[in-house]
């Protein structure tokens, strides 16, 4: 599709950079299974699209091209969302704009999953819980606060990188991609693990009577004396296996309910 107005010209501001910004946060008020964030996509970067193509027929074409599939991970948006601006106003073909929307869906996709889910989550969740458990009304407070203060400013920080940097911020992206993706699946099994032990509560009760006043205590003669919380780490992972295998999250809740009402009721656990 070829440009009816091809003059190229350094439009957007940083005020505009930033409005766009908050308009990301909608990017998913329009979720359909059709175009999934297509138009959520296209209401985020409206406005620059509007300062860039003055033309209403180029304007119009833009347009539908933003409201093809799109599916991102929404807090990773706005590295989209620069790098297309910057190509948008450099008038890039739209096949250019087109490809590079697609190639970066899935990358961004798996480095926002080990980013967010896997590592700042956790981390902020347990910090939360942490004081929610000595039951400090603080504690989901600061939770949404410290996840919501890290998510926000990385929407703010890859707005301004993407745009700045325009095309070659994709061959940064590929060069930093493992190393980001690793970091963070490492990090974030790392307080997983230390989650495990503080809130999975699974202890035997049970005291064996060997003669002679000697007693045995499962737990801590038996159990902690080969690994500490080795009982939580296995049940976990037991979990994980049953979940891997199909089971549904409901049924090992209930699962889990069961064994701790019977274990408590039989004096096992």
Same mark, same amino acid.
């Given at each position: 599709?070829?440009?009816?107005?091809?003059?190229?010209?350094?439009?957007?501001?940083?005020?505009?950079?930033?409005?766009?910004?908050?308009?990301? &946060?909608?990017?998913?008020?329009?979720?359909?299974?059709?175009?999934?964030?297509?138009?959520?996509?296209?209401?985020?970067?409206?406005?620059?699209?509007?300062?860039?193509?003055?033309?209403?027929?180029?304007?119009?074409?833009?347009?539908?091209?933003?409201?093809?599939?799109?599916?991102?991970?929404?807090? &990773?948006?706005?590295?989209?969302?620069?790098?297309?601006l910057?190509?948008?106003?450099?008038?890039?073909?739209?096949?250019?704009?087109?490809?590079i929307?697609?190639?970066?869906m899935?990358?961004?996709?798996?480095i926002?999953?080990?980013?967010?889910?896997?590592?700042?989550?956790?981390?902020?969740?347990?910090?939360?819980?942490?004081?929610?458990k000595?039951?400090?009304?603080?504690?989901?407070?600061?939770? &949404?606060?410290?996840?919501?203060?890290?998510?926000?400013?990385?929407?703010?920080?890859?707005?301004?990188?993407?745009?700045?940097?325009?095309?070659e911020?994709?061959?940064?992206?590929?060069?930093?991609?493992?190393?980001?993706?690793?970091?963070?699946?490492?990090?974030?099994?790392?307080?997983?693990?230390?989650?495990?032990?503080?809130?999975?509560n699974?202890?035997?009760a049970?005291?064996i009577?060997?003669?002679?006043?000697?007693?045995?205590?499962?737990?801590?003669d038996?159990?902690?004396?080969?690994?500490?919380?080795?009982?939580?780490?296995?049940?976990?992972?037991?979990?994980?296996?049953?979940?891997?295998?199909?089971?549904?999250?409901?049924? &090992?809740?209930?699962?889990?309910?069961?064994?701790?009402?019977?274990?408590?009721?039989?004096?096992?656990?």
């Open positions: 599709m070829e440009y009816r107005d091809n003059s190229k010209e350094k439009v957007i501001t940083k005020k505009d950079l930033n409005g766009m910004v908050w308009r990301s &946060l909608l990017l998913q008020a329009s979720f359909n299974y059709e175009r999934m964030q297509a138009g959520g996509w296209l209401y985020s970067i409206l406005p620059g699209l509007k300062k860039i193509h003055k033309n209403k027929e180029d304007l119009s074409n833009s347009m539908k091209l933003h409201l093809e599939f799109f599916n991102v991970h929404p807090f &990773l948006v706005t590295f989209v969302q620069g790098l297309v910057a190509m948008e106003e450099n008038k890039e073909s739209q096949d250019s704009i087109r490809g929307k697609i190639a970066l899935g990358p961004l996709g798996g926002g999953d080990a980013l967010f889910w896997f590592t700042l989550l956790p981390i902020t969740a347990s910090i939360g819980v942490s004081l929610a000595d039951g400090n009304i603080a504690g989901p407070i600061v939770f &949404l606060i410290l996840f919501n203060i890290i998510h926000i400013f990385l929407r703010f920080f890859l707005m301004h990188y993407s745009y700045k940097m325009g095309v911020a994709i061959a940064k992206l590929k060069d930093d991609t493992e190393y980001v993706t690793n970091g963070s699946l490492i990090l974030g099994l790392t307080v997983i693990g230390g989650l495990i032990a503080s809130f999975v699974l202890k035997i049970t005291v009577n060997l003669g002679n006043n000697v007693m045995v205590n499962i737990q801590q038996v159990f902690d004396k080969i690994v500490p919380n080795i009982l939580p780490l296995l049940y976990t992972l037991f979990m994980f296996y049953l979940l891997k295998k199909g089971k549904k999250p409901i049924t &090992l809740i209930l699962f889990t309910l069961v064994i701790g009402i019977a274990g408590r009721g039989f004096g096992i656990l």
